[in-house]
């Protein structure tokens, strides 16, 4: 072999063992659910199809009521032992809002999801199957939030995270008004929405990274009235190759 070919061959096995080299996260499915009618300290949301055993399943909740209400349990109907879920995010927002995400890493085939709350509540919940994440915990890298206030110039954002340890993440963002979902949201590329509540207006956004960075969820607003807008941002470590 010549020493070109020695060259490029040791190169070709260095890019694809390296081990901060990571393949792009993919969401597989998402659902939302809400229940604004019944008070309950228990309430379950589940996938349409039951998700592959190595996937991570990430799980975005909102409870509301008074400022000690939270989300204290999740868990998921795996068989024969049910996955027990990181918290990554809490955040009280607007004083009676309690936005939470929590997360499985290949936690098994399920279907769903169980959230348990400290007191009796209204739930809003978005699941999220992604591919891609690493194996096990944590699966968290960065976090950040923001009260954007009352109308702010009609741009909301988390603010930015400190920076990234991995070049490859997912990163998933929330923005909600207040109040009932009067508001237009539009995400800032390459934000893409994954699911909107239809009351309440919580929205999950996600995206990809592919180098080192801050990053933030960002967007545009607008509609009538005077309304408070929050916003977070959770990143999530890719998998190795």
Not at 167 to 186: D, K, S
Request: hydrophobic share 35%; glycine share 6%; with cysteine.
């Amino acid at each position: 072999m010549s020493r070109i070919a020695r060259y490029l061959s040791a190169s070709m096995i260095t890019l694809f063992t390296h081990p901060l080299l990571a393949r792009e996260p993919v969401v597989v499915q998402s659902a939302q659910c809400q229940d604004w009618v019944n008070y309950s300290h228990i309430y379950q949301c589940s996938f349409r199809d039951s998700t592959a055993p190595s996937n991570a399943v990430i799980v975005f909740a909102l409870v509301s009521g008074t400022p000690a209400v939270a989300v204290t349990r999740v868990m998921d109907d795996h068989k024969p032992v049910s996955n027990e879920y990181v918290q990554d995010l809490h955040y009280l927002f607007g004083e009676v809002q309690s936005v939470h995400f929590y997360s499985s890493a290949s936690g098994g085939e399920t279907r769903t999801v169980i959230l348990t709350a400290n007191e009796s509540t209204h739930f809003q919940v978005v699941l999220m199957e992604v591919a891609g994440l690493r194996p096990q915990q944590p699966l968290l890298d960065r976090t950040s939030v923001r009260d954007n206030g009352y109308n702010s110039g009609e741009r909301f954002t988390s603010g930015a995270t400190e920076i990234t340890t991995r070049a490859t993440e997912f990163l998933v963002g929330w923005a909600e008004q207040v109040y009932p979902n009067v508001m237009t949201f539009t995400d800032t590329s390459p934000w893409r929405l994954a699911e909107q509540e239809p009351i309440g207006g919580s929205r999950i956004a996600y995206r990809t990274t592919e180098s080192v960075g801050t990053y933030e969820y960002t967007g545009t607003f607008s509609g009538p009235g005077d309304y408070r807008i929050g916003a977070a941002i959770v990143t999530y470590k890719a998998a190795d190759e």
